[in-house]
């Protein structure tokens, strides 16, 4: 097996407040391969995007990385001090946001931007980066690039201004990037014009991807593995197609059920009753075994790790052999 | 026109312009003109009573405006709204017709912004009570805000807690109590699920159905996701730019789009079912309302636009498949599309 991009091992992260530690994320783990999208799903307070911040190292404080560990090509960058982390962000890992308009600075021009985030992750000169600047925009199917480099993020569309945070992301032409929510702020039209924008490049570069999203069916189309999370923990990972087709887990099954779908036409969608529990008051054992429909009395006192259930592994005691009550 | 026996709201030819013009001065000092943007032009369509009828579109489309003209926050530029024979437009100034303020209620996209998060949830939920002097004595009051509580899945003692102790679901099962406590019989649900998680969207939208079934109520159901709107709706309308360009019942829309746009809506849906089949992402954005562009609308985008449709905006005219649709090409014959599970696209 090749060694994977990148490995997150036991992962833990927490926020000191004055009642206590409160956990966001517990104990993930997973691996992303070179070129491979993996798709993290999950309901929010499911600590998705605290993950991605993690990896990114743009933990907001007092939030922290408590425990585990995460390597970038067989390096650790948890650990990196601030200066170090900055030659890695965006070299080498890039990122995408969920509203563009955020993460472009409006008092300057995207061109100026663009040349910047170039100049600083590559020796290259102001013209030639410039040059390199106009090739990203077409790419990225900014009609008429060389003069609209000179615009700024307020004359673009919101589907347009996603395309130029693509540019930026891919600018340095870093091996991985992480994907939050990119398309949630869009209209459906245009998301699906930005999928299939981020699908190609990815396919072209050979980047890696990790795609934050509430919505399976964008996971469907764009992801070859998906990680499920709640409650801070991944329940259910496995290659897109198994985990949706087949969902193992009793939360991916109520999930998929829940999604109002286009074929068929039922009365009532599946329900999971409840919510999601909040940080402070996350129950002992399994964290799900109070929605669940099928929670017996391991669930109750011991946490289940991931095991292997048919073609994906699942974190659910209905797949420890030889323990089905 | 006249209405069916069973009509219960009416839209004709209903229009809302904002004058989005700069400052006086401005113009004047820069020689600019008067700008108009015409949210909504000349939408008509007609509900049932008891069933649930879609309104879908991208941002911008003028579905919230709608909404808004119907329960009477916005008032009228052209048109006319009748709800069960009484004039909507009279609700939108002054006192109105208070019949019409209980029948009519509105169920809004954030239940963050539309819950005072001042007020205890038994006073929000009793305000159209108090509002409309429904019930006398506070006993009774509390007593039927405890019912209504119940009713949509909540405790009566959590009338006591403020919105912010509640979630995003939960709060907008208090928007949905609020609504109902009035004794409505049409509710307009504005992206009612937008803000919530799929799990919890699963959970609003099935009490909703539940209550539609139990109370007989009618509802204006207003979405961007297609298919949240396949799940709810009977019939559904779909807009562009201020204009609805198709409207036929749920079965016929998706097996059968007639329209252009409806059918880059249909092909733009992830497709969560895997099927492999390539999606073809439609070229463009929609245009700046404030200068759309002459004859149809969506004729920048549309792959089977001719000079016609430069031109000549299309009205809404009865399509072979039962709804209707506003599209030359479709009127003319000259786009004829193959139903959508075939996937293919012909024209002759």
């Given at each position: 097996?090749?060694?994977?991009?990148?490995?997150?091992?036991?992962?833990?992260?927490?926020?000191?407040t004055?009642?206590?530690?409160?956990?966001?994320?517990?104990?993930?783990?997973?691996?992303?391969?070179?070129?491979?999208?993996?798709?993290?799903?999950?309901?929010?307070?499911?600590?998705?995007?605290?993950?991605?911040?993690?990896?990114?190292?743009l933990?907001?404080?007092?939030?922290?990385?408590?425990?585990?560990?995460i390597?970038?090509?067989?390096?650790?960058?948890?650990?990196?001090?601030?200066?170090?982390?900055?030659?890695?962000?965006?070299?080498?890992?890039?990122?995408?946001?969920?509203?563009?308009?955020?993460?472009?600075?409006?008092?300057?021009?995207?061109?100026?931007?663009?040349?910047?985030?170039?100049?600083?992750?590559?020796?290259?000169?102001?013209?030639?980066?410039?040059?390199?600047?106009?090739?990203?925009?077409?790419?990225?199917?900014?009609?008429?690039?060389?003069?609209?480099?000179?615009?700024?993020?307020?004359?673009?569309?919101?589907?347009?201004?996603?395309?130029?945070?693509?540019?930026?992301?891919?600018?340095?032409?870093?091996?991985?990037?992480?994907?939050?929510?990119?398309?949630?702020?869009?209209?459906?039209?245009?998301q699906?014009?930005i999928?299939?924008?981020?699908?190609?490049?990815?396919?072209?570069?050979?980047?890696?991807?990790?795609?934050?999203?509430?919505?399976?069916?964008?996971?469907?189309?764009?992801?070859?593995?998906?990680?499920?999370?709640?409650?801070?923990?991944?329940?259910?990972?496995?290659?897109?197609?198994?985990?949706?087709?087949?969902?193992?887990?009793?939360?991916?099954?109520?999930?998929?059920?829940?999604?109002?779908?286009l074929?068929?036409?039922?009365?009532?969608?599946?329900?999971?009753?409840?919510?999601?529990?909040?940080?402070?008051?996350?129950?002992?054992?399994?964290?799900?075994?109070?929605?669940?429909?099928?929670?017996?009395?391991?669930?109750?006192?011991?946490?289940?790790?991931?095991?292997?259930?048919?073609?994906?592994?699942?974190a659910?005691?209905?797949?420890?052999?030889?323990?089905?009550? | 026109?006249?209405?069916?026996?069973?009509?219960?709201?009416?839209?004709?030819?209903?229009?809302?312009?904002?004058?989005?013009?700069?400052?006086?001065?401005?113009?004047?000092?820069?020689?600019?003109?008067?700008?108009?943007?015409?949210?909504?032009?000349?939408?008509?369509?007609?509900?049932?009573?008891?069933?649930?009828?879609?309104?879908?579109?991208?941002?911008?489309?003028?579905?919230?405006?709608v909404?808004?003209?119907?329960?009477?926050?916005?008032?009228?530029?052209?048109?006319?709204?009748?709800?069960?024979?009484?004039?909507?437009?009279?609700?939108?100034?002054?006192?109105?017709?208070r019949?019409?303020?209980?029948?009519?209620?509105?169920?809004?996209?954030?239940?963050?912004?539309?819950?005072?998060?001042?007020?205890?949830?038994?006073?929000?939920?009793?305000?159209?009570?108090?509002?409309?002097?429904?019930?006398?004595?506070?006993?009774?009051?509390?007593?039927?805000?405890?019912?209504?509580l119940?009713?949509?899945?909540?405790?009566?003692?959590?009338?006591?807690?403020y919105?912010?102790?509640?979630?995003?679901?939960?709060?907008?099962?208090?928007?949905i109590?609020?609504?109902?406590?009035?004794?409505?019989?049409?509710?307009?649900?504005?992206?009612?699920?937008?803000?919530?998680d799929?799990?919890?969207?699963?959970?609003?939208?099935?009490?909703?159905?539940?209550?539609?079934?139990?109370?007989?109520l009618?509802?204006?159901?207003?979405?961007?996701?297609?298919?949240?709107?396949?799940?709810?709706?009977?019939?559904?309308?779909?807009?562009?730019?201020?204009?609805?360009?198709e409207?036929?019942?749920?079965?016929?829309?998706?097996?059968?789009?007639?329209?252009?746009?409806?059918?880059?809506?249909?092909?733009?849906?992830?497709?969560?079912?895997?099927?492999?089949?390539?999606?073809?992402?439609?070229?463009?954005?929609?245009?700046?309302?404030?200068?759309?562009?002459?004859?149809?609308?969506?004729?920048?985008?549309?792959?089977?636009?001719?000079?016609?449709?430069?031109?000549?905006?299309?009205?809404?005219?009865?399509?072979?498949?039962?709804?209707?649709?506003?599209?030359?090409?479709?009127?003319?014959?000259?786009?004829?599309?193959?139903?959508?599970?075939?996937g293919?696209?012909?024209e002759?």
């Amino acid at each position: 097996m090749t060694q994977a991009l990148l490995d997150v091992r036991h992962l833990r992260i927490e926020f000191p407040t004055r009642r206590g530690i409160l956990t966001a994320v517990d104990d993930v783990s997973f691996e992303i391969a070179p070129g491979e999208v993996l798709g993290v799903v999950g309901e929010s307070g499911a600590g998705k995007s605290l993950t991605g911040a993690a990896i990114i190292g743009l933990l907001e404080p007092p939030g922290r990385v408590a425990a585990g560990e995460i390597l970038l090509d067989g390096m650790r960058i948890d650990r990196l001090s601030h200066d170090e982390m900055r030659r890695i962000r965006g070299r080498r890992i890039g990122a995408i946001f969920q509203d563009p308009l955020a993460s472009l600075d409006p008092l300057y021009s995207i061109g100026h931007q663009l040349v910047e985030t170039i100049r600083t992750h590559l020796p290259l000169s102001e013209s030639a980066a410039r040059a390199r600047a106009i090739d990203l925009l077409q790419e990225v199917g900014i009609p008429a690039a060389a003069r609209r480099i000179g615009h700024y993020p307020h004359q673009f569309s919101g589907g347009m201004r996603q395309r130029v945070v693509i540019a930026l992301a891919l600018a340095a032409q870093p091996r991985l990037i992480i994907a939050d929510e990119p398309t949630t702020a869009l209209d459906v039209s245009i998301q699906s014009q930005i999928i299939t924008l981020l699908k190609r490049l990815c396919r072209d570069h050979g980047t890696a991807v990790m795609l934050i999203t509430h919505d399976m069916g964008v996971i469907a189309e764009t992801a070859d593995r998906v990680a499920v999370m709640y409650a801070g923990r991944i329940v259910e990972i496995g290659p897109v197609s198994a985990v949706i087709r087949a969902p193992k887990h009793p939360y991916t099954i109520g999930l998929m059920g829940s999604i109002p779908s286009l074929v068929g036409d039922r009365e009532h969608l599946v329900q999971i009753d409840g919510s999601m529990p909040r940080l402070t008051a996350i129950p002992a054992g399994c964290p799900f075994h109070p929605r669940c429909s099928r929670v017996f009395d391991r669930c109750l006192h011991e946490r289940p790790d991931l095991i292997d259930a048919g073609a994906s592994r699942a974190a659910c005691w209905l797949y420890a052999a030889g323990d089905r009550t | 026109m006249t209405p069916a026996r069973d009509t219960l709201l009416q839209v004709a030819h209903a229009g809302k312009t904002f004058d989005v013009s700069p400052p006086w001065l401005t113009r004047v000092l820069g020689r600019q003109h008067r700008l108009l943007l015409h949210a909504v032009d000349d939408v008509s369509f007609d509900i049932l009573r008891g069933e649930t009828l879609g309104l879908v579109g991208e941002s911008g489309c003028g579905k919230s405006t709608v909404a808004r003209l119907i329960v009477g926050l916005y008032r009228l530029s052209s048109g006319a709204i009748t709800y069960a024979g009484m004039d909507v437009g009279t609700l939108a100034y002054g006192r109105g017709n208070r019949t019409l303020r209980r029948k009519l209620q509105m169920i809004f996209q954030d239940p963050y912004a539309s819950l005072n998060p001042r007020w205890r949830v038994v006073d929000i939920v009793a305000e159209p009570i108090r509002a409309q002097r429904l019930l006398r004595g506070r006993r009774a009051t509390v007593a039927r805000v405890d019912a209504l509580l119940t009713q949509v899945g909540l405790a009566a003692a959590d009338g006591h807690k403020y919105p912010h102790q509640f979630s995003g679901g939960q709060r907008q099962r208090i928007s949905i109590a609020r609504a109902l406590a009035s004794e409505a019989e049409f509710l307009v649900c504005d992206e009612p699920t937008s803000a919530l998680d799929v799990s919890v969207q699963a959970q609003v939208l099935n009490l909703m159905r539940d209550l539609q079934r139990a109370l007989g109520l009618t509802y204006l159901f207003i979405s961007h996701n297609l298919a949240v709107v396949h799940h709810v709706a009977d019939r559904i309308g779909v807009m562009y730019l201020g204009r609805i360009v198709e409207l036929a019942d749920k079965a016929t829309l998706f097996a059968t789009p007639q329209h252009p746009y409806t059918r880059m809506l249909l092909d733009a849906i992830p497709d969560i079912a895997m099927s492999g089949k390539a999606r073809t992402p439609v070229a463009g954005e929609v245009p700046n309302p404030l200068a759309p562009p002459p004859g149809c609308t969506f004729h920048p985008r549309c792959p089977y636009a001719n000079e016609r449709c430069r031109v000549e905006v299309p009205l809404l005219k009865r399509a072979p498949t039962g709804g209707v649709v506003a599209c030359h090409g479709i009127e003319e014959r000259r786009i004829n599309f193959a139903p959508h599970d075939a996937g293919v696209l012909k024209e002759t």
